[in-house]
Structure formats: structure tokens, C-alpha cells
């Protein structure tokens, strides 16, 4: 029975780190899905991007109160979180407060632990109000209706629960302390926990350390509990801000990709010395055509599909859309979403049909995406711009866009007029070459 703690810790230890190594190897096969990309150019520049972006939250200051309190949040969730190795260590092997030795390195953790778990508490009540009682614009849009609006809210819940117990853990710890309780070292500075003593006097020792045993006990099956709701949370930025900053265009906004299928055929045209009735190489008679533009989330690069996993719902990028500020139906935050919804309903499938995807009469586009809101972007870069872990919804929608008109020879009719005057008058107007310098003439 001594060795009873320790056992349970440890088997609920493997079962979360289980459950979430589970669900990492389903999130990479998900990604993987895509088509590949070479993305290992500049890697110095790459580094100094994913630390300036996703550690440094450069892009999150713009907006300086949501990003100030994003920084509170954040800095606490991973400094706080240093504490998880310390009770891991205990939980495993019995002790308490394994690294109180360090002295006076370890009451100033402890109370930098405690103020800013405090701080995190602040920062999420005013995360609440903007989102539940000023109501900001940006969160009230109709992809946030359901699912997403409890998904946000339920993870400032959580948030809040495990501050509140960390400081009840060490709130009864710092009251045994004062009465010499045994195994109860004088450890730690409580700047925070020691104002929650009057809510422990008058307890014996017993009742402390069943209020201490109880709420260390819940703070680490909550922080499982919360590394496991990461995958089904848009809360998964936590951990993929950092790759895909790294992995991140570094061409100029506005610089789109080229097929390299049309290139080629470009090239050929214009090459004088080429004989278009040439024998295709060997091989190369025999190769499938390869799909212009993505209609489906396996069309799009595993670059992509990491960004919609990405994506934190923050809504910045629908915020600074000129398309959607005019009332116009596309929302880059919907596009990640939908392409995100798609891609796990894709890896559903799979994983129901014994590792096969198996056509399922869906695709992204028109069943979650649809020509309107793909045509409605003006292709300012504005949602590219505004996003805080450089996520580029523009991508997506241009690989879309380019499977309607090469594909399915499905643009808008003025589109479709302007392309026709190209090819026939060499200007996207509808006059004949001979006529142009017509309007000199009328001088």
C-alpha cells in the first residue's frame, strides 16, 4: 500500500503521454496527406523567424492589449509549467518537493510561479469579457457560432482551474509548513498562496493535507487531461506555432507560384528551336497529368495542412479583410477552419477504414468551401499580414481558384471575358490590336 501513489501516478502518467503520443502520430499522418514541398531552403532566416514570430510574439504586440495579455498567458503557461517536472518527479518516486535543496533559487521559482499564475488568472478574465461581455466583432462572426465559441471558452475555464489549483496546492502546503507537519519541508516563498491561509485555520493536518494530496492531484490530471484536448482544441497552436513559423513562405507578399507543368509548357512555346511534335522522353508518355490547383484537401502541400492545424481562430485575418468587411461572404479564418474540418473528416475516414481513404462523394470545395467566397478575395494579403503565426489563407484560396479555371473552366464570366480579350486582342480590353492607337488620332 505504500507504493499504491506511486503506482496509479505513474500508470495515469503513461496513459496521457500515450494517448497524446497517439494522437501526434495521427496529426503528422494527417499532414502528411498533402502533397510534399521542399521547404529546406535559408534555414538561418527560418530560425530567425519561427524565433522572432512564435517566441518572440512579435506579431501578437500589433494589437497591444490582446497582445500583452497573450504574453502573460503564455510566458506562464511554459514557466509554470517547469513545476509539472518537479511534481512528475515526486509523483513517481514519493518525494516532496524534490528540488527544494536549491535554497533560495527555489523560493524565488516558487514565488515567480505564483505571481505569474495570478497573472495568468487576470489575463483570462479579460480574454472572458472581450469574448462573452464586450463581445468584439471579430468573435461573433458565423464560423465562431457552436463548437468554436465553447472550444474558446472552455480552455479559458481550464486555464483558470489550474491556476486556482496550484496556488490551493501551495496555499495548504505553505499552512503545514507553519505547523511543522511532517514531510512538509520549509520550502518555497508564497507571495500569493500565503494571503489563502485564513481559509485553512482552524484545519488539522489530516484535512490539510487531504485539501493539498486533492488539489495536487487534480492539477496534474488537468494538465494531462489538457495536453490530450490539444489535438481536438484550436489550442494546438501551442505547439505548432514553432514549425509552422519555421516552414513559413519566405517569398515577398504578392509573389504567387507557378505551376511548373504550365512553366514548362510556356517555355517550350517560346523556345524557337523546339519541335512541338517531338517523342516525349521515355517514361513521360506514361506519366498521369498532373491536377491543376487543389480541389481537395490532398491537392494542397503538407505545409498548408500544418497551417490549418495552426490556426488559432483568433480572427485578425478575417478582421483586416477588405472582402469581408464590405459584407462579402469570404472569411480567411473559415477557409483554415473548413480545411481543417475537412482534413480530420479525411483522417477519420482513414482511420475507419483500416489505414484507406475510401471516396467519400465530398471534397473541400463546395461542400465546405465555396466558389463565392473563393472569388470574393481581392488578393491584398491583408489576412497574410495580420496573422500572428504566419498562416497564409491566401495560398489556399489561389490553389482553389486556380482548379475552378484550369479545371473546370469555371470563372466568373468577366474573368472569363478578360482572358478571351487576351488571347484574341492581346489586352484584356475588347479591341481589336489595329485599333488601338485609334483614340491618337481623334485628337
Not at 253 to 266: A, C, D, H, M
Not at 362 to 374: F, V
Amino acid at each position: 500500500m505504500e507504493y499504491l501513489p506511486n503506482i496509479l501516478f505513474l500508470l495515469l502518467l503513461l496513459a496521457g503521454i500515450g494517448y497524446f503520443s497517439r494522437n501526434v502520430i495521427r496529426l503528422r499522418r494527417n499532414i502528411r496527406l498533402g502533397r510534399d514541398v521542399d521547404v529546406s531552403d535559408n534555414p538561418a532566416l527560418r530560425w530567425k523567424n519561427m524565433a522572432k514570430i512564435a517566441l518572440g510574439q512579435t506579431k501578437m504586440v500589433v494589437r497591444p492589449i490582446a497582445g500583452a495579455m497573450h504574453i502573460i498567458v503564455y510566458v506562464g503557461f511554459i514557466v509554470i509549467n517547469i513545476e509539472v517536472l518537479e511534481i512528475i518527479i515526486d509523483g513517481v518516486f514519493g518525494t516532496h518537493r524534490i528540488f527544494a535543496p536549491l535554497g533560495t533559487v527555489y523560493d524565488a521559482l516558487i514565488a515567480i510561479f505564483e505571481v505569474l499564475a495570478i497573472l495568468v488568472i487576470f489575463a483570462v478574465v479579460i480574454f472572458w469579457l472581450r469574448r462573452n461581455a464586450i463581445r468584439l466583432k471579430r468573435f461573433l462572426k458565423p464560423e465562431m457560432k457552436g463548437w468554436p465559441k465553447t472550444d474558446a471558452n472552455l480552455i479559458l475555464y481550464i486555464e483558470v482551474v489550474l491556476m486556482v489549483l496550484f496556488l490551493t496546492m501551495n496555499g495548504a502546503d505553505y499552512q503545514l509548513q507553519q505547523l511543522n507537519a511532517e514531510h512538509y519541508t520549509q520550502a518555497g516563498a508564497f507571495p500569493i498562496s500565503q494571503y489563502l491561509a485564513p481559509l485553512f485555520e482552524g484545519m488539522s493536518i489530516a484535512n490539510l493535507i487531504l485539501v493539498e494530496r486533492t488539489a495536487w492531484w487534480l492539477h496534474i490530471t488537468g494538465i494531462l487531461a489538457f495536453l490530450n484536448y490539444l489535438y481536438f482544441s484550436k489550442h494546438l497552436h501551442i505547439l505548432l506555432a514553432f514549425p509552422n513559423t519555421y516552414f513559413g513562405s519566405l517569398n515577398p507578399k504578392g509573389q504567387f507560384e507557378n505551376l511548373e507543368s504550365v512553366t514548362r509548357e510556356v517555355q517550350l512555346m517560346m523556345d524557337p528551336s523546339a519541335d512541338p511534335y517531338a517523342t516525349p522522353t521515355e517514361g513521360q508518355e506514361d506519366t498521369e497529368p498532373e491536377k491543376f490547383g487543389a480541389s481537395d484537401v490532398m491537392d494542397l502541400s503538407w505545409v498548408q495542412l500544418l497551417s490549418a492545424y495552426t490556426c488559432t481562430e483568433c480572427g485578425r485575418c478575417t478582421d483586416e479583410c477588405p472582402a469581408n468587411q464590405t459584407g462579402k461572404k469570404l472569411s480567411p479564418r473559415k477557409i483554415m477552419m473548413d480545411t481543417r474540418d475537412r482534413l480530420e473528416a479525411v483522417g477519420k475516414n482513414i482511420d475507419a477504414n483500416k489505414g484507406i481513404f475510401v471516396p467519400d462523394d465530398k471534397q473541400l470545395l463546395n461542400d465546405y468551401i465555396t466558389p463565392e467566397e473563393l472569388w470574393a478575395c481581392t488578393t491584398c494579403n491583408a489576412c497574410v499580414q495580420a496573422c500572428p503565426v504566419s498562416i497564409d489563407p491566401l495560398s489556399i484560396i489561389m490553389d482553389m481558384r486556380q482548379y475552378l479555371v484550369m479545371e473546370m473552366s469555371a470563372a466568373p464570366t468577366d474573368l472569363n471575358n478578360m482572358m478571351g480579350n487576351l488571347e484574341n486582342n492581346g489586352a484584356p480590353w475588347p479591341f481589336n490590336q489595329m485599333d488601338r492607337l485609334n483614340w491618337a488620332e481623334e485628337q
